[in-house]
């Protein structure tokens, strides 16, 4: 699959069958096949969090980032499903009892200007920019003209953000967000590269505009020393790679504590939805699902509102034959 990308199925002992998501490619196949396999058959565990941990003390001497909590996302991700399924509850169910919204507020993330304007055609109510096109270390004047170009055709009140992908320095970045403070910008996505910790802490410090990541990071250890360093002002977790929904809900938590927003990474996908939906009472925001993530039924539908919300047991997904 695109990016690595896993699909994962695990057979519960009552018969339920789950499926999941996860990241790695083959090499996250083969640690779930050699080395999480042989902590969770005949395991006496019963609850997804209990899986979770075990899978995650198993590998905690060589697993901490990377591929193996990749795979442990799409394992963590299939249990919650078959678990779900098996007790006749949808995942949001499971995390809260408030009554469901029927809709999620949605930003469409683009790669190029026909896609803008396609989006703003189709009134979308917030655009993220993709600026990798524009190189290392662009012309903030050139990146202003875009944004602002953007804005004349958003309008007023609707959402802008950027996505450096990791591609820019300090210097870049701050000059950039100087450049575009004009035009009301939500974030400034990963700047600099993910492990460059020292930049993010000094550019949410010192950047006019908020600074998100936390896409490429993972487990809740990963973003507690996020939240310790003030590296981001919102995180950007990708369930499919983090660790999972049994993380994703400890980073809600952490960032509760230290009041940092939470935006998930490719929120309106089947599996982010329900936790953006559940734990996010002030400011749910989902982010479009890829064109290429293909493989599932039981993708949401998108309108002009956002992305719709319904409720089926698990995460309301199976395979495309």
């Not at 941990?53 to 060589?62: A, E, G, L, R």
Request: with cysteine.
């Amino acid at each position: 699959m695109s990016l690595g990308q896993i699909v994962v199925e695990v057979i519960l002992a009552t018969g339920e069958t789950g499926i999941g998501v996860g990241g790695g490619g083959k090499s996250g196949i083969h640690v779930i096949d050699s080395v999480l396999s042989e902590c969770l058959v005949d395991s006496d565990k019963e609850t997804p969090h209990q899986f979770h941990k075990v899978m995650c003390d198993h590998t905690s001497f060589y697993g901490r980032k990377g591929v193996v909590p990749m795979a442990i996302s799409g394992v963590d991700l299939a249990i919650w499903d078959a678990y779900g399924k098996n007790v006749g509850k949808s995942v949001y169910e499971l995390l809260t009892d408030a009554p469901p919204p029927t809709v999620l507020p949605m930003y469409q993330t683009v790669f190029d200007d026909a896609e803008a304007e396609l989006a703003v055609r189709d009134g979308k109510q917030a655009v993220k920019l993709h600026v990798e096109r524009f190189g290392d270390r662009p012309q903030p004047e050139a990146i202003g003209d875009l944004v602002r170009a953007t804005r004349d055709r958003l309008g007023d009140g609707k959402a802008i953000m950027l996505d450096a992908f990791g591609r820019w320095n300090v210097e870049t970045t701050l000059a950039v967000a100087h450049e575009i403070k004009q035009y009301d910008v939500d974030w400034i996505e990963e700047p600099v590269r993910p492990d460059q910790l020292d930049d993010y802490t000094s550019l949410n410090r010192e950047s006019p505009i908020p600074i998100a990541g936390g896409e490429h990071e993972y487990l809740e250890e990963g973003f507690l020393d996020l939240a310790e360093r003030k590296a981001v002002s919102i995180f950007q977790p990708d369930i499919n790679w983090c660790g999972g929904l049994t993380s994703l809900i400890q980073i809600y938590r952490i960032a509760e504590d230290a009041g940092i927003r939470v935006v998930p990474h490719r929120g309106s996908e089947p599996y982010s939805l329900p936790a953006i939906a559940a734990l996010d009472r002030k400011q749910p925001l989902a982010e479009s699902a890829r064109s290429w993530f293909d493989c599932l039924n039981g993708m949401a539908q998108v309108t002009p509102a956002g992305v719709e919300f319904s409720l089926s047991p698990g995460f309301g997904v199976s395979l495309k034959s």
